[in-house]
């Protein structure tokens, strides 16, 4: 955890030392970066013992000391500035510096913290549906002192800290999600959602909407069919009566009302011959050559034969 900077203020000999505090971190770094701790002293000449320790692990990472040099994690400039060419994840902390003269006196001591990160890797953005709203997951590696950030169609609508933005409930859309550390960040590929809700009687109502469409298009087209095209009514009328004798044809003036609306025509006609009741129907066409059928005659009484008055014995 990143400590405050603390640079002390020293008054030695006439010499004076510059101190200040700050807040978060003096260098940012990833791993595998380099560093330069400036050591900013009006008269660089006179130190002539400079050793830089790291205090978390109280080693000495470099020293100059009348011309002897010792460099375990870096090496120091020629004003006592700490070069280090390749940062690594234990370097992280706080790196104090102590100069003296050649007689052995103090000429400063100062303090300031390197916060060392490790690179993002590419995050990436998965989802699962829940009652037709997406439930986002922003899946990484990393998992220290990180920002999440959402952005919904290349718009950012969300950030928080890793543990508390890294799931989320929304709505469908295309999503992103960065990760970032105060030294890195990176962004995930975009994904679209398409969450539905199956309700099975949501499905019902939408089948039976357009069913009951289908069919009311299927009458409109029937209808439009009819009347662009209306049947003869030749065919609609009964080419024969009840009694299998040919239907006398309708009058002109029926005839034509029957072609504009052949259906109130037809109901007039059954209405007519309901009202005139049944009459005796016509005899059947005679033709020329055919001859007529012999009239009905009354019956002829033939003669009675009498019986015969001669005895029995004698007929026999």
């Not at 330069?36 to 109280?58: A, C, G, R, V």
């Not at 922003?138 to 998992?143: A, G, L």
């Not at 209405?271 to 009905?296: A, F, H, M, V």
Request: hydrophobic residues 30%; proline residues 8%.
């Amino acid at each position: 955890v990143c400590s405050f900077l603390k640079y002390y203020t020293v008054f030695y000999k006439g010499m004076f030392v510059f101190s200040t505090a700050s807040k978060n971190c003096n260098y940012t770094k990833l791993e595998e970066d380099s560093v330069t701790f400036e050591l900013l002293y009006k008269s660089p000449e006179k130190m002539k013992d400079i050793k830089w320790k790291h205090e978390q692990s109280n080693t000495i990472v470099a020293r100059r000391n009348k011309g002897q040099i010792s460099n375990v994690w870096g090496e120091i400039a020629e004003n006592g500035s700490l070069n280090i060419k390749q940062i690594k994840r234990n370097y992280n902390g706080s790196f104090t510096v102590d100069a003296y003269d050649e007689f052995g006196s103090l000429l400063l001591k100062a303090t300031t913290i390197l916060c060392v990160y490790e690179k993002i890797l590419k995050p990436a953005v998965n989802f699962t549906c829940a009652k037709g709203r997406p439930k986002l997951t922003c899946e990484f590696k990393n998992n220290k002192e990180l920002t999440i950030i959402w952005r919904k169609d290349g718009k950012e609508f969300r950030r928080g800290t890793s543990d508390q933005e890294q799931v989320i409930k929304t709505e469908n859309g295309k999503y992103q999600c960065t990760v970032s550390n105060p030294a890195h960040n990176d962004t995930s590929k975009e994904i679209t959602t398409d969450c539905k809700y199956f309700c099975f009687q949501t499905l019902f109502y939408s089948l039976l909407k357009k069913i009951s469409k289908t069919v009311l298009v299927y009458i409109q087209e029937l209808r439009l069919n009819h009347l662009q095209n209306p049947p003869p009514y030749d065919d609609q009328r009964s080419k024969q009566t009840a009694r299998g004798q040919p239907a006398p044809p309708l009058p002109l003036d029926e005839a034509d009302d029957y072609i504009n609306n052949p259906a109130e025509v037809l109901l007039q006609t059954q209405t007519k011959t309901k009202g005139q009741g049944r009459g005796r129907p016509p005899p059947p066409p005679i033709d020329e050559d055919e001859e007529p059928p012999p009239l009905p005659q009354p019956r002829k009484k033939a003669p009675r034969a009498r019986k015969s008055q001669e005895p029995r014995s004698l007929q026999q």
